[in-house]
């Protein structure tokens, strides 16, 4: 039971680092050809965790220039493994739930005959 367990665990892993592989590749590539939106969409966990640490404004109030600093560096590599970890978690529940939750509800037909 407990090595089944780990198979399932282990595949997950392997589908949420692949999936995180290929949307980080397309967030580039979709960068790279002027698409900066669909980027930020594509590579949501860095989206997610650099907008928990905003950068700083050193030029004025009429042109800002935004500066990083090392906690951005520290998001965007944690962003990966962030990413990763949960398209494991999506994968893990889509592709191995239990066979009971995959049954229709027939509850509610069986309130309606009655």
Known sequence: MAKQLALKVIAALAIGVTVMAVTAYAASFAYKHDAPTISRVLFWPNTVLQSAVPPHNI???????????PFNILAHLASYPFGAVAYAVAAYLMLFRRKGHMTPNNSLEADREA
């Open 59 to 69: 030029g004025t109030a009429e042109r800002p220039f935004y500066e990083a600093t």
